[in-house]
């Protein structure tokens, strides 16, 4: 045997910094080194200075899941259990079983749903789905409602539409303004998909038609449109809906964003506003593509 006393299991590399422990970690998972160390006892509590990780949140983040609940069962007792750098390491990398195993080992309620929603968050950032999909079978009603709405408009942002789909079929309910404000977010930032999965549909209500018009005002000041298009079709009483100030606030806000392809197709398909006046902005859309 190398090791002869405890100072030589907690001898750092010289160039890294990281102790045998830690190298049992890297790349491949060594698990009879590292219980072998920890029988030496090395010190599993240990934080590397050059990572900043601990031996569980390398393992974590590696994908090793004997290595994990070998450092888990080497840490009970302790009085700590050191395991939020670590699950949110597993939900970045989107190790499913890692997150399950750490999730299971929690004892107390509100901790175990303080990690899931750590994780979610994560998880979510990432699109890394199968870890959302887990969390979300396991949180109950009220850590639901909790999160929704903020997770909802994040992923309407980054465009992870898979992700808003299992947020939305777990919900029973989804809170309108949750939804509203996901869809103009995804208008804001051009998210076609997104926007596709929010508008009224089979299980979805309809949504206030100045909802709607607010997406299409958000989505004309970005030109995008297949979004305004979109929107525009969505519309259940159309004429009803669109009156001057409407058509104008669209319009207008295209025309200042300089977003002549909106501008044009608003001309082929509100041929109305040229009875409103909007005439000249016509005009100067075909001088300009000209």
């Known amino acids: 045997m190398l090791i002869h006393a405890r100072a030589d299991v907690e001898l750092p590399d010289k160039d ?3 102790t045998p422990l830690f190298w049992t970690t890297h790349r491949e998972a060594h698990v009879q080194c590292a219980r072998l160390l920890l029988e030496a006892s090395a010190d599993v509590k240990s934080v590397s200075k050059t990572l900043g990780l601990t031996p569980l949140a390398s393992a974590a983040c590696w994908g090793h899941v004997d290595m994990a609940r070998l450092f888990v069962q080497a840490m009970q007792g302790t009085g700590t259990s050191m395991t939020g750098t670590a699950i949110f390491a597993a939900a970045n990398k989107g190790h499913v079983e890692i997150v399950r195993l750490l999730l299971e080992l929690q004892t107390d309620k509100d901790s175990s749903i303080q990690l899931a929603l750590l994780a979610l968050f994560c998880a979510s950032c990432h699109n890394r789905v199968e870890v959302v999909r887990l969390i979300l079978g396991l949180l109950d009603e009220e850590a639901l409602e909790q999160i929704f709405c903020e997770r909802a408009f994040f992923v309407s942002e980054t465009g ?4 808003l789909h299992l947020l939305l079929e777990t919900k029973t309910t989804v809170h309108v303004g949750a939804r ?10 051009d998210q076609l998909e997104v926007l596709q999965s ?3 549909g089979p299980g979805r209500p309809s949504l206030a038609n100045h909802v709607v018009l607010a997406g299409q005002i958000c989505a004309s000041g970005r030109g995008s449109v297949e979004i305004v298009r979109t929107l525009w079709s969505s519309l259940e009483e159309q004429e009803a809906v669109w009156t001057v100030s409407p058509r104008a606030a669209v319009l207008i806000y295209a ?7 909106v501008m044009e197709w608003l001309r082929s398909t509100v041929f109305q506003l040229v009875n409103y006046g909007f005439g000249e902005f016509f005009e100067f859309v075909g001088d300009a593509r000209a």
């Open 255 to 261: 025309a200042h964003q300089n977003h002549i392809l």
């Open 198 to 200: 929010l508008l009224p």
């Open 16 to 18: 890294t910094g990281m």
């Open 180 to 189: 509203e404000a996901a869809l103009l977010n995804a208008c804001l930032h």
């Open 160 to 163: 992870h539409v898979e992700i």
